[in-house]
C-alpha cells in the first residue's frame, strides 16, 4: 500500500485572513486536498487566541468554495471533544498567524504537536500564513519577540522560514544572516513542500510584484526562486 503523500503549504502573506477574498490561495489549497467533493478544512487560530473575526473569515470564505469547516480552540480548551481525532479527520488544516512562540507552547502544553504529526502522516494537507507557516520549519523568523528574532520551531521542514518577507525591511538581512537551507516568503506568495521537500512557489496576485528566495547550501547566498502564478 502506498504511503499518503505528506504536503505543507507556508504562506507568506494574502488571502483571507489578509482581506483578500478572491479564494485564489484557498482553491489551491482545496486543489491538494485528498477528497475534492466537500473536503474537511480545519481552522486553528491559537497564534491569536481564537480571535472570532479570523474564525468568521475563514467560515465564510472556506464554506463559499464547498468545504465543511471546523474550529478548534485553545481559549477555551473544549475539554469533551476529541482534538487528535478531529485533527486526523480533517482534509485541509489551515493554521492563522499571530505569536508563533506562544502558538507553539501551547500545543505542546497539551501535546497537540503529536495529533497534528499523526494527520501530516496520514494525509492531511497542513497550511497556514505567517505563524502558521513559520511553525513547521527548525527556525523561523518572528516579530513575535521583542526586536525581532529567529526562534526553534517544530522542525518538520529543514532550514529557517521567514513570512512578510516584502513587509518590513529588517526581515531580509535576519534571514541572509541565518545559515544553511532558508525559505523567505512575501506577500500573495506560498511555498509548497512534498515529503519534506520544496516543490514549488506560486503566487496568487498576478498583477503584484512579489518576493521569493530560497538557500539550499550552506554558505550559499539566498537565491531569487519565481513563484508560478495561480489563476
Not at 60 to 80: H, I, N, Q, T, W
Not at 157 to 172: K, M, V, Y
Amino acid at each position: 500500500m502506498t504511503s499518503p503523500k505528506r504536503q505543507i503549504v507556508a504562506i507568506g502573506g494574502g488571502g483571507f485572513l489578509m482581506d483578500d477574498t478572491s479564494g485564489v490561495q484557498e482553491r489551491f489549497l482545496l486543489s491538494l486536498c485528498r477528497t475534492r467533493q466537500a473536503p474537511r478544512v480545519l481552522y486553528l487560530g491559537t497564534a491569536n487566541g481564537d480571535g472570532e473575526r479570523a474564525q468568521l473569515k475563514f467560515y465564510k470564505l472556506f464554506s463559499d468554495l464547498g468545504a465543511r469547516c471546523s474550529v478548534l480552540p485553545f481559549y477555551l480548551y473544549e475539554m469533551k471533544r476529541d482534538y487528535a481525532a478531529t485533527a486526523r479527520e480533517a482534509d485541509l488544516i489551515y493554521v492563522g498567524g499571530g505569536n508563533t512562540p506562544a502558538m507553539l507552547a501551547v500545543w505542546r502544553e497539551f501535546g497537540f504537536e503529536h495529533a497534528l504529526r499523526a494527520a501530516y502522516d496520514n494525509g492531511t494537507v497542513l497550511a497556514g500564513i505567517s505563524a502558521g507557516g513559520n511553525c513547521w520549519f527548525e527556525h523561523y523568523v518572528t516579530d513575535s519577540v521583542p526586536g525581532g528574532g529567529v526562534r526553534d520551531g517544530l522542525g518538520w521542514l529543514r532550514g529557517t522560514f521567514c513570512p512578510h518577507l516584502d513587509s518590513e525591511a529588517w526581515r531580509q538581512p535576519m534571514l541572509a544572516a541565518t545559515e544553511g537551507t532558508a525559505f523567505g516568503a512575501g506577500e500573495h506568495v506560498m511555498v509548497h513542500f512534498v515529503d519534506e521537500s520544496p516543490l514549488e512557489a506560486v503566487r496568487s496576485a498576478a498583477d503584484k510584484p512579489v518576493m521569493c528566495v530560497r538557500r539550499t547550501a550552506r554558505g550559499h547566498a539566498l537565491d531569487a526562486w519565481a513563484p508560478r502564478a495561480l489563476t
